[in-house]
């Protein structure tokens, strides 16, 4: 018997009216389910050679993650299973990644297939996939909208290829910087102004864009900065959906050379770029000279229902360029940043390089996952169960009204809870896992859903019946406090 039966019984919690914990939702599945989720079935521990193997590991790796005792060694789909042997239903996807779940067949056949065949030959030759992957990007990029491509052809883009979401959009601050000083040296030798230190770099609150030096320097967080100040030097923070026009001017002035943005954030909270500003945002870009960059690291490669968050944007509130990996290799470490003909033409030989962005085995891989996430097929069941989820998390804000708010946040399957008390979003994920559930917190205030792409509408149910029990004892508790 499946998890997700067992669990079907009585909906009420004993003690409190039924009204009180019964979502106001559609589906009779989780509803039956919610009131048996109380129980944690899956607690933080681990067999005795699990804790020593974590323990002689932890002599040799550095020290930089807080993790559970726990230690998964085999999934399937959206499950899990730690060395317990115990089932988790994944709503995490490894942080974005395993869109076509885990251990997916066709994924590890093409992996078998192509390693055994080269897996690397370094960038200083040609190799088949690479050429594929990128053609097909930004083909779908011009059918699905986005980059602000025409349909009808006569523009294009070009694709360098990284290993990391960190790494593109490194460099694609390195792209921003090149276009600037090459635009401001156009200028200088037309005589018309003198030459203009068009270096700039504008990013925004609560934005996550990586671990390195450049990327960090736009992450405005101090937890993330402090330790490793100074940074790169001139950026500038602005207020993410800032609509004042004074500010905006500012911000972007003409000795801005780039803005990187996240359309929806990941790490900060699942913040939703409102289309407006950002198409405020990209006129303002156009009218200084600027490079637009769209983060979508986190938010593209159709986890909003769409090819890229900006997909259905208007023309104004199109990026430049826009970074991608995560999904796009489904585990396997691949990152890509799509850069605008215009752009591109000042990117010569020896501007950029890598030693294993774009290698064989890697643009495989991106090649046959991206060309099951842009099935039609898989699109449109995408946005059905992603519906379906929506639906279901409406219920959950206006059952626990007292713990979360009614903001929407994300689209599809990236969506942001937000909570009330930011000590609540970390509360909930251990609860969630300790009922066999994996969720992900963002930002201060937030829990994030962001399931494999493959996911069901059952599974859904299921995921949202563990939380709201876990939200009930997290009521509950707050009630108790309360008095």
């Known amino acids: 018997m499946s ?5 079907a019984g009585s909906s009420r919690v004993p003690g409190r009216p039924a009204a009180r914990i019964l979502l106001q ?13 109380h129980e944690a079935t899956h607690p933080d521990e681990c067999p005795p050679e699990t804790a020593d193997l974590m323990e002689s590991h932890s002599r040799y790796l550095l020290n930089t993650y807080a ?6 060694d085999r999934g399937s789909g959206l499950s899990l299973w730690d060395t317990s042997g115990r089932e988790y239903l994944d709503f995490s996807a490894g942080i974005a990644v395993t869109g076509l779940g885990h251990s997916d067949e066709g994924f590890n056949k093409v992996l078998a297939e192509q390693s055994a065949k080269v897996s690397h030959i370094s960038n200083l030759y040609w190799n088949k996939y690479a050429g594929e992957l990128a053609k097909d990007l930004v083909e779908a990029t011009r059918k699905h909208g986005g980059l602000g491509l025409s349909k009808e052809g006569g523009d294009g883009a070009k694709v360098f290829f990284a290993n990391s979401g960190a790494e593109a959009n490194e460099g694609a601050l ?3 910087r090149k276009y600037g000083k090459d635009a401001a040296a156009a200028v200088a030798v037309s005589g018309k102004d003198k030459a203009l230190d068009k270096s700039g770099i504008v990013c925004f609150t609560n934005a996550f864009h990586g671990r390195t030096m450049g990327a960090i320097s736009c992450t405005p967080n101090p937890k993330y900065q402090a330790p490793f100040a100074p940074l790169i030097p001139n950026i500038r923070v602005g207020q993410y959906n800032d609509m004042d026009e004074k500010r905006m001017l500012e911000l972007v002035d003409e000795s801005v050379c780039g803005v990187i943005v996240e359309p929806i954030q990941g790490e900060g909270g699942v913040g939703t770029g409102k289309v407006e500003w950002l198409e ?7 009218k200084v000279g600027a490079v637009l960059i769209f983060d979508e690291i986190q938010c593209g490669m159709f986890r909003t229902g769409e090819m890229w968050r900006h997909s259905s944007f208007p023309k104004d509130a199109q990026p430049d360029m826009v970074t991608t990996a995560k999904a796009l290799g489904n585990g396997f470490p691949i990152g890509a940043i799509l850069v605008r003909d215009h752009v591109a033409e000042v990117i010569s030989i020896g501007s950029h390089g890598t030693t294993f962005g774009g290698q064989p085995l890697a643009v495989r891989m991106g090649h046959y996952v991206f060309s099951r996430l842009s099935e039609p097929s898989f699109v449109k069941s995408v ?4 519906a379906h989820l929506d639906s279901l998390l409406e219920g959950l804000s206006k059952s626990f009204s007292s713990l979360i708010t009614d903001e929407k946040r994300g689209k599809g399957f990236i969506r942001g809870i937000a909570f009330k008390d930011e000590s609540h979003p970390a509360e909930l994920v251990r609860l969630a896992r300790e009922r066999g559930l994996l969720l992900l917190t963002a930002g201060k205030d ?8 493959i996911v069901t509408k059952e599974q859904c149910d299921k995921a949202v019946a563990i939380m709201e029990s876990c939200l009930s004892i997290m009521q509950e508790k707050s009630t108790s406090k309360a008095k």
């Open 3 to 7: 998890f997700h039966r067992a669990l």
């Open 25 to 37: 939702r559609t589906y009779a599945s989780a509803k039956a389910t919610a009131g048996k989720c």
């Open 67 to 72: 993790r559970p005792p726990l230690m998964f």
């Open 174 to 176: 390195k792209f921003a």
């Open 280 to 286: 405020m945002l990209g006129k303002r870009c156009r």
């Open 383 to 386: 946005n059905e169960t992603a």
């Open 446 to 453: 937030a829990v994030r859903l962001v399931p494999a792409l």
